[in-house]
Every structure is written in structure tokens, then in C-alpha cells.
């Protein structure tokens, strides 16, 4: 299944991340939401498994944050079908403080990347876009 989604995690400790072009980010300890999309071959369960790997190949501004020892995984909203990281990153950026140019090299938003200070006000978001959200240990097992 393709789609977008939204990753969840945590950064442990106050980190700089550098990424392939030499940009650097300084982020806070905290919640983290990233919004992306899966529309290549795999879809959303390769994606997502491979964004929950901490040894890959770095391509992508996520790779930089993902691969750190100070981030954990905590779960992904997917949204099947839909094709709207943007509209994502717009709704999360009301309720988020934006990591201004992460993840947003394609596109005009501002950001793909918030740190929240609350995951409530997503989970009432993603829940009216029909949102399904996953546990690490279940994205193994969504579209079996």
C-alpha cells in the first residue's frame, strides 16, 4: 500500500545534525513528527521499516536524524492512499514548532519536520484524516 505518513520518535538529548549537503540542525530534546510519503515500489511498510533501521545508507534529511543513537522509534501514523505530506506538515505545523528546512527540499512548505510539546493535539488530526497509527512492533506485520 502507498500512501503518506507521519514517524513519531524521540530524540533523547540535545543534538546537532548535519546533513548531506553540509546543513546543519540543532534540536531539542524531545517528541518529534516527521511527514513523509511512500509512493515508490514497497510503499509504506518498506519505507517505515527502513526509516526504523539505524544502520542505512543516508539519503534522505531523515536518514541524518534516524541513524543517530539519540533518537527511538515510538510509531508512525499512515494515511493509505493519499498523497499529502504537505497538507500533513501544514496540519502539524499549527501545533508544532517547525525545524525550519527540514525535510522540505521538494516541495515550498516550511518544513516536513515539528517538535511538539504535546502528541494529543496530532493524534486528533491524524484521527480525522483517517489516520491509522502503528506501533514499532506492528509495522512488521501492517498489510500481511
Wanted: glycine fraction near 10%.
Amino acid at each position: 500500500m502507498k500512501g503518506s505518513y507521519c514517524l513519531i520518535f524521540e530524540v533523547k538529548s540535545d543534538l546537532n545534525v548535519e546533513v548531506r549537503n553540509g546543513r546543519a540542525f540543532q534540536l531539542k530534546r524531545g517528541i518529534y513528527v516527521y511527514c513523509g510519503s511512500a509512493f515508490g515500489s514497497g510503499g509504506l511498510k518498506r519505507r517505515v521499516l527502513r526509516h526504523m533501521k539505524k544502520d542505512k545508507k543516508r539519503h534522505w534529511h531523515i536518514d541524518f536524524l534516524t541513524t543517530k543513537d539519540e533518537t527511538e522509534f515510538i510509531g508512525v501514523w499512515i494515511f493509505e492512499g493519499k498523497r499529502f505530506e504537505c497538507k500533513l506538515a501544514k496540519e502539524v505545523s499549527a501545533v508544532g514548532e517547525a525545524v525550519l528546512g527540514f525535510g522540505s527540499t521538494d516541495c515550498k512548505c516550511e518544513s516536513h519536520l515539528f517538535k511538539l510539546e504535546d502528541v494529543n493535539p496530532i493524534e486528533e488530526i491524524f484521527k480525522g484524516l483517517d489516520g491509522k497509527f502503528l506501533k514499532p512492533e506492528e509495522v512488521e506485520k501492517y498489510g500481511v
